[in-house]
């Protein structure tokens, strides 16, 4: 089946740092979607992508689509304390039609 | 709040109990989900209905049963549980089963001992 490698893993930074994780995968896929899960709650939708070499914002965060839809990224400028959690990166369409691959997760920590 | 809504919230129950997950949304969509999520694996899709009709059965054991009376309510009825079927069960939902933007509700944490 389809498999997203979400990297990395977990960070652990300072209130006010930039974050960056990112996707890959081996398969194309037609969207590109970022959840973010706190605690005990599910999934929150953060920004979804349609086109391939889209540029998405959403206040502090910034997605993009990459060009060969193999790939995502997700940045997160000036951190903030609520801004922990685990941050997912899911693709849809492709060969896997009507449902979502899910990344591993990045868990983040932001210290103040 | 997602539109989603899901109860109970918390479930502990025994190997020989019977219960039900209960999965309400309010987005007028027509396709609904069912995932579980155990620590440190990725969410594993379970089922997926579209306009009430079950369209993926991703070889769940049948001790999970799910029922779709309408596009609205999704319930997962719950028989013999083993204690590795402890975990966060998550309900989604999505326009249409092409459009792939998913919504989820917060969960069921469900404990079998």
């Known amino acids: 089946g389809q498999q997203l490698n979400q990297s990395p893993q977990s960070m652990f930074i300072q209130e006010g740092e930039d974050v960056s994780m990112n996707c890959t995968s081996s398969?194309?896929?037609?969207?590109w979607l970022w959840y973010k899960q706190d605690p005990g709650e599910g999934p929150v939708l953060l920004i979804a992508?349609?086109?391939?070499?889209e540029l998405t914002s959403n206040g502090r965060l910034t997605a993009q689509f990459g060009i060969t839809r193999k790939d995502s990224f997700l940045n997160i400028s000036a951190s903030i304390p609520s801004d922990v959690g685990i941050y997912f990166c899911?693709?849809?369409?492709?060969?896997?039609?009507?449902?979502?691959?899910f990344g591993q997760g990045t868990i983040l920590t932001v210290h103040p | 709040e997602t539109g989603v809504t899901q109860t109970p919230r918390h479930l502990v129950m025994g190997m020989t109990n019977k219960k039900s997950l209960k999965c309400e949304q309010h987005?007028?969509?027509?396709?609904m989900y069912w995932y579980k999520q155990s620590a440190k694996k990725p969410l594993e899709l379970m089922f997926v209905?579209?306009?009430?009709?079950?369209?993926e059965n991703n070889s769940v054991p049948s001790r999970f049963s799910p029922e779709c009376p309408n596009s609205s309510h999704l319930f997962l009825h719950l028989h013999t549980l083993q204690p590795e079927d402890s975990a966060l069960y998550l309900c989604?939902?999505?326009?249409?089963?092409?459009?792939?933007?998913?919504?989820f509700g917060p969960g069921t944490r469900l404990l079998v001992l």
């Open positions: 989604a939902s999505s326009p249409e089963l092409q459009k792939e933007t998913q919504y």
């Open positions: 398969s194309i896929f037609n969207t």
């Open positions: 992508l349609y086109k391939a070499g």
């Open positions: 899911t693709g849809a369409g492709g060969t896997s039609y009507g449902k979502l691959t």
């Open positions: 987005l007028g969509h027509n396709a």
């Open positions: 209905y579209n306009f009430k009709e079950q369209t």
